[in-house]
């Protein structure tokens, strides 16, 4: 049996984020573009783009007394008198000047994250096409002074295009709840947009509309077969992950 009610039950009720906190990002985030948007930002800020997990759809509820972090993407015009740590130290120049945000902004090696202590972060990352190499995008490292090639809006596009190939959102909602058995069990470790991307590349064009992918425990399954052929040493998360399947964790009964 799949159980389906069981995993929609541990889907709503455990794992996914709840509309509050998912309100209060959105709050955050307008406010935040807002702000920078009207000010003097040493270049031309073009447009933003919320990347990540709350844009691919991956986002879950914190584990209690934990952060939870969001992204954005803040596309530039290039500067050709900056150098590539520029953009980021510029960027957090403009948020000390505010009341609001002096307190919570803090220099990462690609961005500036602004913390909301017990509550919440969000990253703010620069990223500009450089004209004279082919317009290709790139984030700034503010450490090693240079740029990155990066393409998180196309990451994001392809995520959306493998979740339209499995069936009932069935993509987004597993990689959830693998998501929560790495944080909640911690049988492994492993960074979220990694995972994200494994789980993604095992979907494939011709698993649209197929029995693999037509329902959470479908999918949970098809998934962990193809990640377990495809990295054998993945038995701490096959496990786990089966564990799960089996309705053994998180207190789900059989």
């Given at each position: 049996?799949?159980?389906?009610?069981?995993?929609?039950?541990?889907?709503?009720?455990?794992?996914?984020?709840?509309?509050?906190?998912?309100?209060?990002?959105?709050?955050?985030?307008?406010?935040?573009?807002?702000?920078?948007?009207?000010?003097?930002?040493?270049?031309?800020?073009?447009?933003?783009?919320?990347?990540?997990?709350?844009?691919?759809?991956?986002?879950?509820?914190?584990?209690?007394?934990?952060?939870?972090?969001?992204?954005?993407?803040?596309?530039?015009?290039?500067?050709?008198?900056?150098?590539?740590?520029?953009?980021?130290?510029?960027?957090?120049?403009?948020?000390?000047?505010?009341?609001?945000?002096?307190?919570?902004?803090?220099?990462?090696?690609?961005?500036?994250?602004?913390?909301?202590?017990?509550?919440?972060?969000?990253?703010?990352?620069?990223?500009?096409?450089?004209?004279?190499?082919?317009?290709?995008?790139?984030?700034?490292?503010?450490?090693?002074?240079?740029?990155?090639?990066?393409?998180?809006?196309?990451?994001?596009?392809?995520?959306?295009?493998?979740?339209?190939?499995?069936?009932?959102?069935?993509?987004?909602?597993?990689?959830?709840?693998?998501?929560?058995?790495?944080?909640?069990?911690?049988?492994?470790?492993?960074?979220?947009?990694?995972?994200?991307?494994?789980?993604?590349?095992?979907?494939?064009?011709?698993?649209?509309?197929?029995?693999?992918?037509?329902?959470?425990?479908?999918?949970?399954?098809?998934?962990?077969?193809?990640?377990?052929?495809?990295m054998p040493p993945l038995s701490g998360l096959l496990s786990a992950a089966l564990l799960f399947s089996?309705?053994?964790?998180?207190?789900?009964g059989q």
């Open positions: 049996m799949e159980h389906k009610s069981y995993f929609n039950d541990f889907l709503q009720n455990v794992v996914d984020i709840d509309q509050g906190r998912l309100d209060s990002l959105d709050t955050s985030i307008t406010a935040i573009q807002n702000y920078l948007l009207e000010s003097n930002y040493g270049t031309k800020i073009r447009f933003f783009r919320r990347q990540g997990s709350l844009a691919h759809g991956t986002i879950i509820k914190p584990l209690s007394g934990q952060e939870f972090d969001a992204d954005i993407v803040m596309v530039v015009a290039e500067n050709t008198d900056w150098e590539p740590k520029n953009y980021l130290l510029d960027l957090r120049r403009v948020l000390w000047t505010s009341s609001i945000y002096r307190d919570k902004a803090s220099l990462s090696d690609v961005c500036v994250t602004l913390s909301y202590a017990r509550d919440k972060k969000i990253d703010i990352l620069p990223i500009f096409k450089v004209a004279e190499e082919d317009d290709e995008l790139n984030i700034c490292h503010h450490r090693h002074n240079h740029l990155i090639r990066s393409e998180p809006m196309e990451f994001t596009g392809w995520l959306v295009e493998r979740n339209t190939l499995s069936g009932g959102n069935s993509f987004r909602r597993v990689t959830r709840i693998l998501k929560y058995i790495r944080s909640h069990k911690k049988n492994f470790t492993c960074p979220s947009v990694l995972l994200t991307a494994l789980i993604g590349d095992r979907i494939t064009d011709n698993d649209k509309g197929s029995e693999a992918f037509s329902s959470v425990p479908r999918t949970l399954v098809t998934i962990l077969e193809r990640l377990d052929a495809y089996n309705f053994q964790v998180g207190g789900i």
